[in-house]
Each structure stands twice: as C-alpha cells, then as structure tokens.
C-alpha cells in the first residue's frame, strides 16, 4: 500500500510557475509509473504527464514544452513543474502511482491561474 501526499498548489496568474510535489509513505524505486493527473468539475480526471521507473515520461499535448515531470527516488517524490500556466490550467491535480496490480491517488492540490 502507499499513501501519497501532495503539495505546492495555489494561486498564480497566467503566464507564472508553480511546482508540485508528491511525497510517497514508502520507496517509490519500483513503483511505476507515478504520474499527474488533474480534473476539473464536470469533467473526467485526465492524464496531465507520468514518468516510469527507467525515466521515460509522457506529457498531455496541451502541457508539452510547459510542464515537465520527474522523479526523487531517494526523497519518495516526485514533482510536476508547471511554467507559462494557463487559464485553462485550472484544476485539482492529483498524484497517482501503480504499485503491483494496484493504482493508488493522493487528496489533491487545487491549482487556479486567474489574474
């Protein structure tokens, strides 16, 4: 089992930086992949970008080239390094990790652009 805790959201305004971070209650060495996803009301929780053990990463394509994802194996975390946000951007961000046949999710983070 792991339980996963993240951190860093809030507000921002377009075009600014924020950088979340998922911390794991246990190694996260094998665990993979551990990924971002976020969702808005009304709408299905969507794969913001996921990183896999070997560091091979996958990114939405309405984040590539802004968001960049990686991984801390001796800190148990890993973060989301969100740059040129967007209105669109807004969202609760969740953490996810696949462990085993099992696929566990943190409390979330809301991140809001708005000027």
């Known amino acids: 089992q792991v339980q996963l805790v993240e951190s860093g959201g809030g507000l921002v305004q377009p075009g600014g930086s924020l950088r979340l971070s998922c911390v794991a209650s246990?190694?996260?060495?094998?665990?993979?992949?551990m990924g971002w996803y976020r969702q808005v009301p009304g709408k299905q929780r969507e794969l913001v970008a996921r990183?896999?053990?070997?560091?091979?990463?996958n990114y939405a394509d309405s984040v590539k080239g802004r968001f960049t994802i990686s991984r801390d194996n001796a800190k148990n975390t890993v973060y989301l390094q969100m740059n040129s946000l967007k209105r669109e951007d807004t969202a609760v961000y969740y953490c996810?990790?696949?462990?085993?046949?099992?696929?566990?999710w943190g409390q979330g983070t809301q991140v809001t652009v708005s000027s």
């Open positions: 996810n990790a696949f462990a085993g046949a099992n696929a566990y």
């Open positions: 246990r190694s996260i060495f094998s665990i993979s992949p």
């Open positions: 990183i896999f053990s070997g560091g091979t990463t």
